[in-house]
């Protein structure tokens, strides 16, 4: 399976744009992460124990307010790929444009694809795919929708990836229907990406199967103990979406001022028309800030924010020479 377009292509931007110290936006990972806890030696030299995955399973429960059963899983494209190669096969429905593994993961397990852009157009398929809020345009659909939607097809397939800072649309506190999967990223939100930690929730079967399939250690020591501690961290949570949310309205402004137009985002991601998306994309570039844009549309950029006020000065002044 060939290389897919995705953000924190960094070697990519160091092989045609030197190297430096790269500022990357092109991912929507919170630039500033959770560091309130320390990683016990135990973390590193033991095998996690089933206590050490309830415990982190119990802190996703309450964190995300759900009595769905729950997996934790090596990132959320780790539930991907499983759900797709171990799923049942048949009509793929997703909404679109969006993430671009969801169409090559099932097409390779041997499922016929649709991508739709007409939400009622999903009705109907084996499995539908949603990713709420959506990558990379913010597209949001209402929980209310997502719940009758799911009366009308197999199983349905929701992406909350970047779900932190709209609580308001997660299908979490829903999701122990049978037929239905939520996807969880830990990294994005918590700015941990590297630990490589997510959670698939949905109906007992279903998740019983992902468990089954990811082994009797789905996820390391290491991001058990952080994952553990950061979701417990309400405090922690709260303050960072505030800061988030201040953020993004500090980045679209800064975009309006080089004559972007917003087009959609989250708290972790802007997406802005720029007339020309690679030209704009290399400007920044030069200045060792990397940026997503998109093959299939000439004039999109997608931004992360940035997080220390540095990186806010160094994007200030890229934009505007």
């Known amino acids: 399976m060939s290389p ?42 033991d095998l996690p124990t089933r206590a050490d995955i309830e415990n982190l399973l119990a802190a996703a429960r309450a ?23 171990r ?29 739709i852009s ?16 959506n990558n990379p345009d913010g597209r949001r659909i209402a ?6 939607l799911s009366d009308k097809v197999g199983r349905l397939l929701i992406d909350e990836s970047f779900g932190d800072t709209t609580p ?11 037929n239905l999967v939520v996807l969880r990223s830990f990294g994005k939100f918590y700015g941990l990406a590297g630990l490589r930690l997510g ?27 952080v994952g553990t501690a950061a979701l417990r961290d309400e405090t922690w949570r709260v303050a960072t979406r505030q800061r988030l949310a201040r953020d993004a309205k500090r980045l679209d402004a800064l975009a309006a001022r080089a004559g972007w137009r917003f087009v959609g985002g989250t708290g972790l991601f802007r997406l802005f028309e720029t007339g020309d998306a690679r030209a704009a994309q290399e400007k920044l570039a030069r200045q060792k800030i990397w940026t997503r844009a998109f093959p299939w549309r000439g004039g999109w950029l997608r931004l992360g924010l940035p997080g220390a006020e540095t990186e806010w000065r160094r994007l200030e002044v890229a934009v505007s020479s």
């Open 87 to 115: 799923g049942p096969k048949g009509l793929v429905r997703i909404l679109g444009p969006t993430y671009n593994e969801y169409e090559a993961r099932f097409a390779g397990a041997g499922s016929r694809i649709e991508i």
């Open 199 to 225: 959670f698939a929730l949905g109906g007992e079967k279903i998740v019983a199967a992902l468990r089954d399939a990811a082994g009797p250690w789905p996820v390391s020591g290491p991001a058990i103990a």
């Open 63 to 85: 964190a995300l307010a759900t009595p769905a059963s729950i997996a934790a899983l090596a990132g959320a494209q780790t539930a991907i790929q499983l759900l797709a190669s």
């Open 143 to 148: 929980p209310d929708m997502l719940l009758r």
């Open 168 to 178: 308001e649309l997660s299908l979490c506190p829903q999701a122990d229907r049978e």
């Open 4 to 45: 897919r377009d995705h953000g924190g292509d960094l070697d990519r931007a160091r092989a045609i744009f030197g190297e430096g110290d790269w500022i990357d936006l092109s991912t929507g990972i919170n630039r500033i992460p959770y560091s309130a806890v320390e990683i016990p030696p135990r973390a590193f030299a």
């Open 118 to 133: 007409d939400f009622d157009a999903l009705a109907g398929a084996d499995i539908a795919v949603v990713v709420n809020p």
